[in-house]
């Protein structure tokens, strides 16, 4: 069948726009903000090799002797079109292209590319976004590709439709892409589609959504930035998406008072009337800090009289400057130290600050109060990190923030710094914890901001990035929920300008919202459609297989869903109860009883917690043991799989604590491995054998022995 440019795989269905999402809509509208850009941008065919192309530059395998067009030798199921690409790999770098888009297409507008493929070999298929505009760009050691991987293996001998969302990279403008299979073979691929962003996956402007939802969204900015021309695409990029501002640098002590008792607001002047006329409000830092202190003041030997009129006069002096402008400032940062931090077991005020050396303890109270006597009307904070989820350093300042209130210190509220990372748990723990946080603290009548969310990566691959898109949706859902929390900042606008990329922090990739070409990544549409009001449906696990194994042990698998910012657990149920959670789409069920029938069902879990309805059910019946086996009513120990399939450990379940040695023999009985156990469960290493072995487990009370074949 021809395809026409309208083509839509008949598997590809976008849901239709949620009511929430058109009185947002209106809400935009009335406030005189366009929604024009929230429609469905259509598919759009780039070739189906048949007559209709959409790019200028087609190509197959770089001129190597394949046919870019050739009969489809195979009419069959889902593509019945004449004509096709034939691709011959044998090479990685083996791949069909299409590309000189840059002038003609604008990728942002297209969430990834769909297309059929018949493979004769088993192959995952990496899409590579070019981004350089050389014709010969293969050649170009400059080029940057970004490589985004298929997680489908195609059917061998099977016409089948794959997709490939390349927007977790965030790629916007490019040249182009190619598609490259992985392993050797002969592919047939036609109908390669662009598909375009539904409304969730288009940029509305995320200011414009926070703003409908009395929320704030901003980003740490350099002055610097600010103060080149409005034409630059980083500044129009701040004024397009973020209607709060914090300076990154300039406004901490070193940079306003770098003498004593001289002042220099000229940047920060600049910064303050910028952000203002672009409609962004603005959060102050009167920082009183262990840090980005001058010189003269760390070495001043100031006593405490001395120090309190420090503090006083250049809290004063800021805050009446911009008195009315800046309506939240930071007052008083990381007073308190970690555990460790200065051989402290617990969390401690920080006693190595020089604030703190000076005047003592009540220097946090002074600062408070020194601000609020300079304008009554600011909300004044207090700033920290490693407090954001529940941890014993949030556990202290959340008692120590009672205790203030009791005494009448005029402190409004808390920053989150939210610097996360792996460290930091699952995104599932950290919305669960921080949510939990910010809940108590609004019980004692504190408001919370996120002041400075990053995440650093190691690696940039496309499960990076969706894990990071999952940890600032978990911040974003508590921020959206909960109404004592109205700011988020992020620190930094693109990847390379963080402070995690420098080598003594980590050197860590790619931890911001942009990326180095001002692209959204994934987070960004993961906070939008939160925003947006967009509810994804979370659907079961797929294929629900159970297979059994032994008298008391069952195997199950199953298939992953595909829900859009991947799936956070699995939730496996018996007869009714859950007995278990996993992230791992396999699982081994053991100590079941004997000759006994269960029911079982898989429930899916997204990023956000939300659980979908039951799998459909399957149902088993565990075996009655046999003498191999050696199960009895004193003794259920399993010994699994049988057979053990190449890259598997062998397992054995002694359903109590053992000290055995576990042995392992050859059909000639000579000893091939040896180890000695002392819990109630063991995996082997991977032993890379062929053929039948036996297994010998001998301790006080066991002397068990079974044959295992190794494939």
């Known amino acids: 069948m021809k395809i026409k440019s309208a083509f839509k795989f008949e ?84 791949e069909i292209g299409f590309l000189t888009f840059k002038d003609t297409i604008d990728l942002s507008k297209y969430s990834g590319v769909a297309y059929k493929i018949y ?9 590579k976004v070019v981004k350089n505009t050389d014709t010969n760009w293969w ?25 490939i969302h390349f927007f977790a990279g965030g790629i916007g403008l490019t040249y182009g892409f190619v598609l490259q299979p992985q392993v050797n073979g002969v592919y047939y691929i036609d109908d390669v589609v662009l598909i375009g962003r539904k409304p969730s996956q288009q940029r509305i402007g995320l200011k414009n959504l926070a703003a409908a939802k009395g929320k704030n969204i901003g980003t740490a900015v350099p002055i610097q930035t600010l103060l080149l021309d409005n034409s630059r695409a980083d500044v129009q990029l701040i004024n397009a998406e973020f209607n709060y501002s914090i300076a990154d640098n300039d406004n901490k002590f070193n940079y306003i008072e770098p003498q004593n008792g001289v002042f220099t607001f000229d940047r920060m002047d600049i910064f303050v009337t910028k952000c203002l006329a672009e409609g962004r409000q603005i959060r102050g830092m009167g920082y009183v800090w262990h840090s980005s202190n001058p010189d003269w ?89 490693g407090a954001e989820m529940m941890t014993e350093k949030a556990d202290s300042i959340f008692a120590w923030l009672k205790r203030e209130k009791a005494k009448g210190i005029p402190i409004n509220g808390i920053g989150m710094q939210s610097h996360l990372s792996p460290s930091s748990g699952s995104s599932l723990k950290i919305l669960t914890e921080m949510d939990q946080n910010v809940k108590r603290l609004n019980s004692i009548g504190m408001e919370v901001s996120i002041t400075e969310l990053d995440y650093g990566l190691t690696t940039t691959t496309a499960a990076d990035l969706l894990t990071q898109a999952k940890v600032f949706r978990a911040v974003a859902k ?53 925003l947006t009001g967009e509810k994804e449906i979370v659907t079961p696990p797929l294929n629900l297989n159970a297979r059994v194994i032994s ?9 992953d869903p595909k829900l859009k910012y991947g799936n956070v657990d699995y939730i496996v149920s018996m007869n009714g109860d859950s007995i278990n959670h996993t992230n791992s789409l396999s699982l081994i069920v053991t100590r079941l009883t004997p000759g006994t029938t269960y029911l079982i069902t898989v429930q899916s879990t997204n990023d956000l917690g939300v659980k979908s309805d039951n799998s459909l059910p399957v149902v088993v019946t ?22 053990v399939e190449k890259g598997e450990s062998l397992k054995i379940d002694f359903n109590r604590t053992m000290d055995a040695v576990i042995s392992i023999f050859d059909v000639t009985g000579k000893k091939i491995f040896s180890e000695r156990i002392i819990g109630d469960r063991y995996n082997s290493p991977i032993l890379n054998l062929e053929g039948f072995y036996l297994v010998n487990i001998i301790s006080k009370s066991l002397n068990l022995s079974r044959k295992i074949h190794f494939k």
């Open 478 to 530: 508590v921020w959206i929920d909960n109404p004592n929390l109205k700011t988020l900042i992020f620190w930094g606008l693109i990847d390379h300008e963080s402070w995690l990329t420098l080598p003594e922090y980590g050197g860590k990739k790619a931890p911001l919202l942009f990326d180095d070409n001002l692209n959204p990544k994934i987070g960004y549409f993961g906070i939008q459609d939160l």
């Open 551 to 559: 008298s008391v042990a069952i195997s199950l698998i199953w298939d």
């Open 622 to 643: 565990t075996k009655f043991p046999t003498d191999i086996e050696n199960v009895g009513k004193s003794d259920q120990t399993l010994i699994y799989p049988n057979p």
């Open 139 to 163: 050649e170009d050691p400059n080029n940057t590709l970004t490589d985004v991987t298929s997680s489908m293996v195609p059917t061998l001998n099977q016409w089948v439709a794959d997709t």
């Open 297 to 385: 003041l760390v070495n001043g030997n100031f006593d405490r009289t001395q120090m309190l009129a420090i503090m006083k006069r250049h809290i004063t002096t800021s805050m009446l400057r911009y008195k009315g402008r800046i309506k939240d400032w930071e007052i008083v940062n990381e007073a308190w130290a970690a555990p460790g931090e200065e051989g402290n077991a617990h969390p401690q005020i920080r006693k190595t600050s020089v604030w703190y050396k000076a005047i003592g303890p009540d220097y946090i109270d002074s600062a408070f109060v020194y601000a609020h006597r300079a304008d009554p009307d600011a909300k004044l904070y207090y700033n920290d990190y």
């Open 119 to 127: 493979a004769g070999g088993a192959a995952t298929t990496h899409l």
């Open 11 to 94: 598997s590809l269905s976008f849901p239709k726009v949620i009511p929430g999402f058109f009185v947002l809509s209106i809400f935009l509208m009335f406030f005189g903000i366009t929604t024009k850009a929230i429609g469905q941008v259509p598919n759009l065919l780039l070739c189906d090799y048949e007559g209709n192309i959409a790019v200028t530059n087609v190509y197959n395998n770089i001129g190597l002797p394949n046919d870019i067009t050739v009969d489809n030798p195979f009419k069959t199921g889902i593509n019945t079109s004449p004509k096709c690409t034939k691709l011959t790999v044998t090479a990685a770098w083996n």
